[in-house]
Every structure is written in structure tokens, then in C-alpha cells.
């Protein structure tokens, strides 16, 4: 049984609440898709009223604690200790486009550490959570990452930059994938680094590696990967994962291989 801490439950009941809508949009935004207007605007909306959701309910259940949100910044709580770090919609572009691969992600941290983590995709009503020491949990099954040694039979994630991005980070990409494509079983682009880093926790990809993140789109999948026995490192090996935006998430055997061949790209 997942062991569920009294703020892991708050979060929780949190994501649940804003979870609703976001399949009602679900439907919408297939009607959208067509229309003139497009679905931008609805889901600027749709960003804005989950987190709106997420801070009330949180707030309500831990008045005082801070918030660090992708829409709304930092919001000082009086309790300088606790803060939520959160992404109410990870995976905007699958949303927008009518793809059921999106989530919300919250990770509360005490004392700088992360200690209760969620990320809950509505749309297949998958709650991934991790409680520091305690295990991580799909649907209160436990989880651990995949026993893979050999990484021509590894299954990889990444993300890739898009428009907007700058002209180094797409070759500097390019360069990375050519580096470890060819001896993989295949490498994925989801496009979603909560749930990527949810599915290395669950076994399913071996290894998920990304640059220029931010921190709520990894705190909680940390934990996750963390605590399903996984190991998380930025891409110089460090810990500086939050503020530093680059991450590899992967078991104890593939970590440092693909580390090793990540590092070898010259940017
Ligand atoms: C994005 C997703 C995506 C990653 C991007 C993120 P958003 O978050 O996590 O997988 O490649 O870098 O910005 O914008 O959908 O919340
Ligand atoms: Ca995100
Ligand atoms: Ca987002």
C-alpha cells in the first residue's frame, strides 16, 4: 500500500479538482482544432484556471506555504520553510492539439529538499506519486525503475527544442541524438517531462534526458524517479537539476553510459 502523507493527500484531492475540467477541454479542443479562431486562447485559459484551482485548494489546506508556478511565478508564503512547486498544465502543446499525454504536476519541498511529489495525468486518470522514503506509486501500485543493463535493448525519451529556441540548442540536439541513437532500441518525444520522468519511474523508458527545463517541470518527477530507485543527475552530473534546467533520468547500470555519451557531445 502507498503510504500517503497528509500533504501528499491535500495535493492529491488538488489535482483531482483541476483535473476535472481539463478532460471536459479535452473534448472541446477537438472541436477547436477546426475553427478559425484556433484553440490558443482556450488554452492560455485553461493554464490559468487550473493553477488558479491548484493554489486555491493547496492554500486553503496549508495556508502560509509559498508557491513557485509557471504561470503565476513565486508567491512568498509567511511559512519560509514549505514551499509547492507546480505546473498545472506539463505537456501544452499535446494538450493543445488534442492529445491525451499532458499533466499536472506538483512537488512540495521542505526545507529545500522535495519531499511529496505528484504528477496526475487526468485524461487516463494516471496518478504518479512519491513520498521521500517512502516509494513511488502508479494508482497505489508500486513502482521501480526497469532492470535494463544493455543499452542496445534501452528505450530512451527525450525532448527536442522547437521554434523559438535558439539556432545552438537544435544542432547542439542533433549532435546528441546522433551520438546515442544509433545504439539504442529506439528514442522517444513525448513532449511531456513530467510524465517522461513518471515513465522511467514506472520502467517504461530507461532513460529520459532533456535540456533548458524548468524547475516545475522536474520537481516532482524527481522524486518520483528517486524513490522508484532510480537515479537523476544533471547533464554535467550534478544536482543541479532545478536551477540549472538540464536532467538525465535513469536506472543505476544505464545512468553513467549515457551520461558518458552526452558528455562527449561538443556543443
Ligand atoms: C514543456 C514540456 C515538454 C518539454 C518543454 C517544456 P509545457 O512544458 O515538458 O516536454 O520539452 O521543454 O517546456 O510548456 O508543456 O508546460
Ligand atoms: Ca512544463
Ligand atoms: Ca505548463
Redesign the pocket.
Known sequence: MAYISPALNVMMAAARKAGKPLIRDLGELENLQVSMKGPADFVTNADQRTEKILIEELSRARPGYGFLA?EGGTIEGKDRTHRFII?P?????NFLHGIPH?AISIALEREGQIVSALVYNPATDDMYVAEKGHGTFLNSKRLRVAARKTLNTALLAT??PFHGHAEERHARMQAELGAVMPHTAGVRR?????L?LAYVAAGRFDAFW?R???PW?VAAGILLVREAQGVVTDLDGGNNMLEGGSILAANDPLHPVVLKMLKGVKP
Open positions: 509557471e505546473d498544465i506539463d505537456g501544452t502543446t499532458f525532448g527536442l513525448y513532449g511531456a517531462a513530467s517522461d532533456e533548458g527545463l524548468a517541470d
